[in-house]
């Protein structure tokens, strides 16, 4: 069945830049099915959105982040990434990365997530 | 705060029921978009539990139903388990912000 796995430092230094991969398995991520996305939690808190990608490259992002994220696609590693510039602690949280069916608009399979803390 | 708005807590004991709200407006589920319910167990990622409103993935019990009316959904849990206890989470799309937006998240405890 299909997985995603996040991968990327546990650790990022202030005013740097998170980066941050996920791995899909068991499937092809060049599908014009499905959207991948980028959802983070920051410790004690809720969900929020991030950004999403198409297989063909097009990105939709959440404008309080647009300015800093830049959500990018592999195909041929079957793997799509993120990246969060200028972060702030106010980034620390455990990212997720998920599927997005198309006109479902619901994230129907998870990665089990990453801690990312952003300190120096 | 959240563009979507759940009560912080909720519970009930083993066998009753229990609903949780999502309170949005006609941006997001007021202008027709589908709301989606999330279950996040402790220390696990959410798993999607209700989409479109009303339908189950396979495998989810039916002891959880979802519903919405106007610029409000619901989530509703009947025979309440020990196993349900978690936190659950509504989302839906919204137009002025051109993306998806989650609620603040539902603390579920089973007494």
């Known amino acids: 069945q299909l997985q995603l796995q996040e991968s990327g430092p546990g650790l990022v230094k202030p005013s740097e830049t998170l980066s941050l991969t996920c791995t899909v398995s068991g499937g092809s991520i060049y599908s014009s099915s499905y959207y991948w996305g980028w959802i983070r939690q920051p410790p004690g808190k809720g969900l929020e959105w991030i950004g999403s990608?198409?297989?063909?490259?097009?990105?939709y992002y959440n404008p309080s982040l647009k300015s800093r994220v830049t959500i990018s696609i592999d195909t041929s590693k079957n793997q799509f990434s993120l990246k969060l510039s200028s972060v702030t602690a106010a980034d620390t949280a455990v990212y997720y990365c998920a599927r997005v069916p198309v006109g479902m608009d619901a994230f129907d399979i998870w990665g089990q997530g990453t801690m990312v803390t952003v300190s120096s | 705060q959240s563009v979507l708005t759940q009560p912080p807590s909720v519970s009930g004991a083993p066998g009753q029921k229990v609903t949780i709200s999502c309170t949005g407006s006609?941006?997001?589920?007021?202008?027709?978009?589908?709301v989606h319910w999330y279950q996040q167990l402790p220390g696990t990622a959410p798993k999607l539990l209700i989409y479109g409103n009303s339908n189950r993935p396979s495998g989810v019990p039916d002891r959880f139903s979802g519903s919405k009316s106007g610029t409000s959904a619901s989530l509703a849990i009947t025979g309440l388990q020990a196993e349900d206890e978690a936190d659950y989470y509504c989302?839906?799309?919204?137009?002025?912000?051109?993306?998806?937006?989650f609620g603040g998240g539902t603390k579920l405890t089973v007494l």
């Open positions: 989302q839906s799309y919204d137009i002025s912000l051109r993306g998806s937006v």
């Open positions: 006609s941006s997001n589920i007021g202008a027709g978009y589908h």
């Open positions: 990608i198409y297989y063909s490259g097009s990105t």
